[in-house]
T-cell receptor
Framework: DQQVKQNSPSLSVQEGRISILNCDYTNSMFDYFLWYKKYPAEGPTFLIS?????DKNEDGRFTVFLNKSAKHLSLHIVPSQPGDSAVYFCAAIIETSGSRLTFGEGTQLTVNP | DAGVIQSPRHEVTEMGQEVTLRCKPISGHDYLFWYRQTMMRGLELLIYFNNNVPIDDSGMPEDRFSAKMPNASFSTLKIQPSEPRDSAVYFCASSLEGTGNSPLHFGNGTRLTVT
């Protein structure tokens, strides 16, 4: 049972435009959400996170939005840059149930110059 | 800090052989995680440790897999005997507190190929 799903395997955008990556989850007990970025031949690196008590968190060009009623979160990158081309994973955790982080399948973002 | 260090980067072995993957976490991190990435299942948690003690090994696929953390600076993941379906990228990660507010720091992974 895939509790965290990223339904778009890939996304292609033009440099300077907005990139929107989406993630859906099924377990309403998740209370913390994270986004990781992964370049080829490297491990994932942490990008941004959001607690379930918030609906938005912003860090520079990156903003994560959380819609708890829809069990949906999204990552916005504005403006997109070629260096943002990577695989993006969303992940979720139930903080009171230990440290098990559940990942989505990932979305390959390509930013074209 | 050098980050999480994994070795080897690549491992090619024949079915039936023993494979040992190694990990050095970031100094001071109390949590260590082993993840496996495959096309079919994505990134899945195999096991994690807190202060060198295994806490959750429910993701370990079967008895052929075992993990140890003899001290705070070293962990191993062993597969014996290995099978072709074990071919994947294995990541080790560490974190300070094991909470959502304490993100995982991943190593660069070990790509395992079992022929």
């Amino acid at each position: 049972d895939q509790q965290v799903k990223q339904n778009s395997p890939s996304l292609s955008v033009q440099e300077g435009r907005i990139s929107i990556l989406n993630c859906d989850y099924t377990n309403s007990m998740f209370d913390y959400f994270l986004w990781y970025k992964k370049y080829p031949a490297e491990g994932p690196t942490f990008l941004i996170s959001i607690s379930s008590i918030k609906d938005k968190n912003e860090d520079g060009r990156f903003t994560v939005f959380l819609n708890k009623s829809a069990k949906h979160l999204s990552l916005h990158i504005v403006p997109s840059q070629p260096g943002d081309s990577a695989v993006y994973f969303c992940a979720a955790i139930i903080e009171t149930s230990g440290s098990r982080l559940t990942f989505g399948e990932g979305t390959q973002l390509t930013v074209n110059p | 800090d050098a980050g999480v260090i994994q070795s080897p980067r690549h491992e090619v072995t024949e079915m039936g052989q023993e494979v040992t993957l190694r990990c050095k976490p970031i100094s001071g991190h109390d949590y260590l995680f082993w993840y496996r990435q495959t096309m079919m299942r994505g990134l899945e948690l195999l096991i994690y440790f807190n202060n060198n003690v295994p806490i959750d090994d429910s993701g370990m696929p079967e008895d052929r897999f075992s993990a140890k953390m003899p001290n705070a600076s070293f962990s191993t993941l062993k597969i014996q005997p290995s099978e072709p379906r074990d071919s994947a990228v294995y990541f080790c990660a560490s974190s300070l507190e094991g909470t959502g507010n304490s993100p995982l720091h991943f190593g660069n992974g070990t790509r395992l190929t079992v022929t």
